[in-house]
């Protein structure tokens, strides 16, 4: 049975680390999760955060590159949003330092959300009356702007928090809450050196960052195997395609594997279908392992218990247009 | 100020009429729920019914027509699905005759959802494990099928109702809950004849509906005005292009006037962008009138209290696909 007690096996905290300079209130997550949710903030009104992160499912849209106006398809697979909060950066290359930078991105980005720039998307909110009020209510009186814009969706997405997995109920002392299988592959996790990685309350190495920039490792960092060309993995070159620097050259952020089972498919380009083929790939190319079948299956078994509880939340109200739409 | 105790000035039930052969069960509001805000419904992934009747919204888009897969559009707005249950049929020409027979067509449509067929959506269903108990608790063992998928989405949409518009309060005797202007409005809203049309408790005319079909009325009426042009009104043979009979040309189905201050833009083929230009628009199209600025103001005031209330609602759970994923 692995052994607990150890670094490397802690459970999700309940709560996400919050930046000094945006403090939670209920007002701000309001305004965060309107905003997330509202379709108006794309240059069809058909596309919102939660189009492409859909928080009814695993926080992604189950696609292998996300589609955004016009069927529009860029050439990256959607993270989950849920525990994004653990992220020591944002994107699968870090390019983003937090939440707050990451969320000005997709509303101009013109395969995502599509407004021609910032300005018209603060046009947009401002022309929605409802609003103001909501902005007033988070960030004081003339609060409309792009920054207060992202620090609510960050504070909304700081809540987005999925505790209470099978294995955070073990690691807290629940010897029942994992299966004899679960709990075989927890070992074969820890063994083959996943953990070396995938480390910490998130499996996303946050705790191993040094930089603050997060955990970044090469991938494919074995390339002499058959997986690297069947899918694709040298096209995109990682954080060196964001920094010009050599050195970033196939360096990526280590992703999160809280939920995994249910953000299908995988890799940053989407391009692997299935979770026991995602954990073929990974001892091959990360490790240049072969693992059994039973093996692969013991660990997927492992990977599903770190599915936690979605916390029930209500719909939104969109604030309204009377008489009117902002919809070109 | 305008009579009450008439028949035309009802109240919104706070229940809808439900079909002997689909009662109401929580477990089936709950399917349904789920089945409408699932975007895996669609060739895509991305197209759930929420996409173009977002229930946070005004049961809407706010777009002129609606937005499918790859951006698809076709030539008719989307009708709010608030209250759709207290229509006599569904769509702008009542071709569907109940919510339960309307639910099985967007699925297909190819500007909409765009499935191959209905067998391929019920595929898409089953290959979902979590829903299969979901039908089970809603319809008993054995019961996925495209009928049921419909009675579930039909049962959700008789719940979304939203009652206590300040409207409805005046008509229950709150004399204070409409405003001066609001009365001027009810009060020319009658005496122009906008209530030969829209009727009852939902202003919809279904009270007048003969057939079990809707009250069915030709627009544009009168065409000899500017807007029959500028609107492009005759383009669209309304229930002739379902029926292929001549006495069907151009014959609408009169829709709700429920929140309709939260669903510009106006008419079947959303050419109308605002509500006061709407309200001019019906008084010549359909009673060959003008009327003066302050009567289409206050029209429209009066309108804005048909603007009811919209029960809190919890986000569904989409049940997951774990390991896997369903979309191609
Ligand atoms: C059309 C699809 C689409 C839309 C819309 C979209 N995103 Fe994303 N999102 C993506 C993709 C794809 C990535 C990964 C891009 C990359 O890493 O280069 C991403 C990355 C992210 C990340 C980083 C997560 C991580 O683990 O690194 C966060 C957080 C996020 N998005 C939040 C949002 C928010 C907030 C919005 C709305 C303001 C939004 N997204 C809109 C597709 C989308
Ligand atoms: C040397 C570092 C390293 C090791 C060791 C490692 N991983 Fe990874 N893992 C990564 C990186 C980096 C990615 C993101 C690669 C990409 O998509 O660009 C990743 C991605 C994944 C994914 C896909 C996540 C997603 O959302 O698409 C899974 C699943 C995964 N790892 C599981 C494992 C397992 C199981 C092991 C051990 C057999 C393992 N990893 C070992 C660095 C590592
Ligand atoms: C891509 C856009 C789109 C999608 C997706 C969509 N609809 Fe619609 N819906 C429309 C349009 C447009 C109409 C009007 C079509 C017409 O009248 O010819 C309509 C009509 C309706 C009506 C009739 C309302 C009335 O007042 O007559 C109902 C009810 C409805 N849809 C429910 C649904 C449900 C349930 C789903 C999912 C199973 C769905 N819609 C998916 C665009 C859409
Ligand atoms: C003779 C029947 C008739 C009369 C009288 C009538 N309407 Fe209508 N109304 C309709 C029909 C039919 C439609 C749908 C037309 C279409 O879009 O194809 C409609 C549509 C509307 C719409 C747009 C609804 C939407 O969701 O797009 C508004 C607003 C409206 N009517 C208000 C009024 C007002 C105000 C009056 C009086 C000044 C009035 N109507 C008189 C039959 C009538
Ligand atoms: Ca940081
Ligand atoms: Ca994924
Ligand atoms: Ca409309
Ligand atoms: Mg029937």
Request: hydrophobic content about 35%; overall charge negative.
């Amino acid at each position: 049975l692995p052994t607990l007690g150890q670094a490397e096996w802690q459970a999700l905290p309940e709560q996400a680390p919050v930046p000094a300079d945006n403090p939670m209130s209920a007002a701000k997550i309001e305004l965060g999760k309107t905003l997330y949710f509202d379709p108006r903030l794309s240059s069809t009104g058909t596309v919102s955060c939660n189009s492409c992160h859909n928080v009814m499912l695993g926080g992604d849209d189950n696609r292998d590159v996300s589609m955004g106006v016009h069927g529009k398809t860029g050439n990256r697979n959607a993270p989950t949003v849920w525990n994004s909060a653990f992220n020591a950066s944002q994107f699968w290359d870090g390019r983003a330092a937090d939440l707050e930078e990451q969320a000005k991105g997709p509303v101009t980005n013109p395969v995502e959300m599509a407004m021609k720039d910032l300005d018209t998307a603060i046009e947009a909110i401002r022309a929605i009356p409802g609003y103001e009020p909501m902005f007033t209510q988070a960030f004081g009186p003339d609060s409309v702007s792009e920054d207060n814009m992202a620090r609510a969706i960050a504070a909304y997405e700081r809540t987005l928090i999925t505790p209470n997995s099978p294995y955070d109920r073990y690691v807290k002392g629940d010897r029942e809450a994992l299966t004899a299988q679960q709990l075989r592959g927890m070992e074969a996790f820890k063994q083959a050196g996943c953990v070396s990685c995938h480390s910490g309350p998130a499996f996303n190495g946050a705790d191993l960052a040094r930089d603050g920039g997060g955990l970044f490792m090469k991938f494919p960092l074995f390339t002499d195997n058959p997986y690297v060309e069947r899918y694709d993995f040298m096209a995109d070159q990682g954080r060196a395609e964001a920094t010009g620097k050599a050195a970033d050259e196939y360096m990526w952020k280590v992703p999160t594997l809280r939920n995994v089972a249910l953000t299908a498919p995988y890799f940053h380009n989407g391009s692997v279908k299935t979770l026991d083929e995602a954990v073929r790939v990974m001892a091959k190319t990360q490790l240049n392992q072969e693992l059994s079948e039973q093996q692969v299956e013991d660990i997927v078994a492992f990977l599903g218990a770190l599915t936690g509880e979605f916390p029930e939340q209500s719909l939104p109200r969109l604030p309204g247009t009377p008489g009117f739409t902002i919809i070109q």
